[in-house]
């Protein structure tokens, strides 16, 4: 069985430290979306507001975990930028 090295182990911290942010995130927005409630008569409005106020930094959270499975480097740095703009 092969060993796993510490850049794997850090690795795998980070993608589910951003996977459990993406999923408080992804639930947090929606609720805070309905009990704010509809602004707009159209479903379709009021689902995109929705995206672009609460659901938009779960899809940031979302996209560079998915960027740190594919391409562990470019993901790391990612995370960094992320971590650094975030303070």
């Not at 707009?40 to 106020?53: P, R, Y």
């Not at 609460?54 to 562990?72: C, H, K, N, Q, R």
């Amino acid at each position: 069985m092969k060993q796993l090295d510490w850049h794997q182990i850090v690795g795998w911290i980070a993608v589910g430290l951003s996977t459990a942010i993406t999923c408080f995130w992804a639930f947090w927005g929606i609720i805070e979306n309905f009990h704010e409630g509809w602004y707009f008569e159209s479903w379709l409005s009021n689902v995109g507001l929705m995206f672009i106020q609460y659901l938009s930094p779960m899809l940031l959270f979302m996209g560079v975990t998915l960027v740190a499975i594919f391409w562990p480097r470019i993901g790391a740095g990612l995370h960094v930028i992320l971590a650094l703009f975030a303070v």
